[in-house]
């Protein structure tokens, strides 16, 4: 119900401040592509590529329906956004899906991409800080749990003589857990300095066996020799409702926005 309320909502709006225009029918399907997507990404994490792709399509008709904003600059548009969301999916601050879905925005909003992102970026961190102190509880309850749970994998390696972090080096095991199955990307592992490998499978077992009411999150396992130092669990946040929340405004109201922010200039 939710969902359908937000769409009829955001047509409305579409029809007070648009009219019967083309920009109208531009909405109908800009607004119900975010509507769902937010959904998606609420229920599993990840923003699909015809959502992504439906915007872009958007976008490159836009470049020939409302010639008013220049096509230069929305390439330049996307340009800079590209630049900036590659550093944030490095970073890990953003995902692939966040990646895709601004770059079609880009070729859509021209320059108002950047007022839609500064909206999105704000409002994900006012909810995210919310977030993590409502979490902080049952983050460190369940970091404390995977590192009682690696202690006696670990202990094990040491006991074989085989499979641990040399002395006076140290190392750190990246695992996630995705639609509550944890796993453990090894790739990342430096095996320099490990004497011998260290038993995979075993551990990634107990984590599944034991880790079972986690929906999704990310953890680091810090060791250095033969301690396990600590381990940082943190809950994963998506960002893909509140991109589409900037999206939105800067479809709809983006032109006064830009117009308010030049005239402080003047």
Request: aromatic fraction near 12%; charge should be negative; charged fraction near 20%.
């Amino acid at each position: 119900m939710i969902v359908e309320a937000t769409t009829a909502v955001l047509y409305c709006l579409s029809y007070l401040i648009f009219g019967f225009k083309l920009e109208l029918a531009f909405s109908a399907v800009l607004l119900a592509v975010l509507v769902v997507l937010s959904v998606i990404d609420i229920d599993h994490f990840e923003i699909p590529y015809w959502c992504s792709i439906t915007v872009a399509v958007l976008g490159i008709a836009a470049i020939f329906v409302f010639k008013e904003t220049p096509w230069y600059e929305r390439l330049i548009a996307m340009g800079v956004i590209l630049v900036v969301f590659v550093i944030l999916v490095l970073v890990g601050g953003m995902g692939g899906g966040d990646l895709q879905l601004m770059l079609g925005s880009s070729l859509l909003l021209g320059y108002k991409v950047f007022i839609a992102l500064f909206i999105g970026i704000l409002s994900g961190a006012i909810y995210g800080s919310v977030k993590k102190l409502r979490d902080r509880k049952e983050e460190k309850v369940l970091s404390d749990k995977i590192k009682a749970l690696v202690e006696d994998w670990y202990q094990n390696q040491l006991d074989r003589n085989v499979g641990f972090v040399t002395e006076g080096h140290d190392d750190i095991i990246v695992g996630s857990i995705s639609e509550g199955n944890p796993d453990i990307e090894w790739e990342f592992l430096d095996e320099k300095v490990w004497k011998g490998l260290p038993e995979k499978a075993a551990l990634s077992q107990t984590l599944r066996e034991n880790i079972t009411d986690e929906r999704e999150g990310g953890f680091k396992i810090f060791i250095k020799g033969d301690q396990i130092e600590r381990v940082k669990y943190s809950r994963r946040m998506v960002f893909g409702p509140f991109l589409s929340l900037g999206i939105a405004t800067c479809w709809l109201v983006g032109g006064h926005i830009m117009d308010w922010y030049l005239s402080l200039l003047h």
